[in-house]
T-cell receptor, first 116, second 112 residues
Framework: DTEVTQTPKHLVMGMTNKKSLKCEQHMGHRAMYWYKQKAKKPPELMFVYSYEKLSINESVPSRFSPECPNSSLLNLHLHALQPEDSALYLC???????????????FGPGTRLTVL | GQNIDQPTEMTATEGAIVQINCTYQTSGFNGLFWYQQHAGEAPTFLSYNVLDGLEEKGRFSSFLSRSKGYSYLLLKELQMKDSASYLCAVSYSGAGSYQLTFGKGTKLSVIP
């Protein structure tokens, strides 16, 4: 299984709502990532989990809260978002350092988020 | 820090060859990736170079020169479906994981 899955595919939410994005992989990868991508821009790294521990937070506002319940799952909890947070949210996974593969990241299909 | 530069847009004719260049300045280099991204979709892996030289994969080839901080992606026998953004990304390790820094992407338009 070389697939990263994400749910939901599309999400529309108001600024007072609380929602969660989910990501799952069964490739045995020990690093998982959240990216945000605006139209016509490259993906921007938000968070990195390595061996289920948060290793990088790229100064992301606290209205985004990541969670890694186990080595296969990654969540992104959303609360009190702003319209400018509307974007494609991509999850990715890769093997941990010290293993072969050079860190190739496999991307999920993304969640298209619209904040009204 | 990481700095990656690639052209914003390119246009090429169906059946032709196109070369997309990427230059980078980075610390802790662990390889260079090329990803293809169609509008509204996730990036998909095309190639990976960690040593100098050319890697060939069907119609796609990628070249790396680490001393020059330079890579290119070569697409042969262009097809209309190759119209997409091509992202150059540099991998580096740190904080217990691999990280990717993406260039801004090159939007390739293939015309008949």
């Amino acid at each position: 299984d070389t697939e990263v899955t994400q749910t939901p595919k599309h999400l529309v939410m108001g600024m007072t709502n609380k929602k969660s994005l989910k990501c799952e992989q069964h490739m045995g990868h020990r690093a998982m990532y959240w990216y945000k991508q605006k139209a016509k821009k490259p993906p921007e790294l938000m968070f990195v989990y390595s061996y289920e521990k948060l290793s990088i937070n790229e100064s992301v506002p606290s209205r985004f809260s990541p969670e890694c319940p186990n080595s296969s799952l990654l969540n992104l909890h959303l609360h009190a978002l702003q319209p400018e947070d509307s974007a494609l949210y991509l999850c990715a996974s890769s093997q941990g350092p010290g293993l072969a593969g050079g860190g190739e990241q496999f991307f999920g299909p993304g969640t298209r988020l619209t904040v009204l | 820090g990481q700095n990656i530069d690639q052209p914003t847009e390119m246009t090429a004719t169906e059946g032709a060859i196109v070369q997309i260049n990427c230059t980078y300045q980075t610390s802790g280099f662990n390889g260079l990736f090329w990803y293809q991204q169609h509008a509204g979709e996730a990036p998909t892996f095309l190639s990976y170079n960690v040593l100098d030289g050319l890697e060939e994969k069907g119609r796609f080839s990628s070249f790396l020169s680490r001393s020059k901080g330079y890579s290119y992606l070569l697409l042969k026998e262009l097809q209309m479906k190759d119209s997409a953004s091509y992202l150059c990304a540099v991998s580096y390790s740190g904080a217990g994981s691999y990280q990717l820094t993406f260039g801004k992407g090159t939007k390739l338009s293939v015309i008949p």
